[in-house]
């Protein structure tokens, strides 16, 4: 069982930035999701990394302000938030996947609220 944790959200106005975290121990192992669930919609993908970082995938929607990353020393993975809109506010997920064993672990989320 991989206990998967995000912090970092928080309520920030429109065009700010904010970073989210994701911790896990042994997170180097897995591939690396960024999910969001806006207010009565479905979760979608936000951003995704490789277990070494060499390949990030991101939703159109953010593509160009957001940035994922990941430090494997730390067990960490990061998404930098910037140019922020009101439709990015919802909750945000990390999900750690394995696409050999097909395991996926979720976090509870975080909260990322953005003012108009």
């Known amino acids: 069982q991989v206990h998967v944790v995000e912090s970092g959200g928080g309520l920030v106005q429109a065009g700010g930035s904010l970073r989210l975290s994701c911790v896990a121990s042994?997170?180097?192992?897995?591939?690396v999701g960024w999910f969001r669930q806006p207010p009565g919609k479905e979760r979608e993908l936000v951003a995704q990394i490789s277990r070494r970082g060499s390949r990030t995938l991101y939703s159109r929607s953010v593509k160009g302000r957001f940035t994922i990353s990941r430090d494997n020393t730390k067990s960490a993975v990061y998404l930098q938030m910037s140019s922020l809109k009101p439709e990015d506010t919802a909750v945000y997920y990390c999900?750690?996947?394995?696409?050999?064993?097909?395991?996926?672990?979720w976090g509870p989320g975080t909260q990322v609220t953005v003012s108009s």
């Open positions: 042994g997170l180097s192992t897995y591939g």
């Open positions: 999900n750690a996947n394995n696409a050999s064993t097909k395991d996926i672990y």
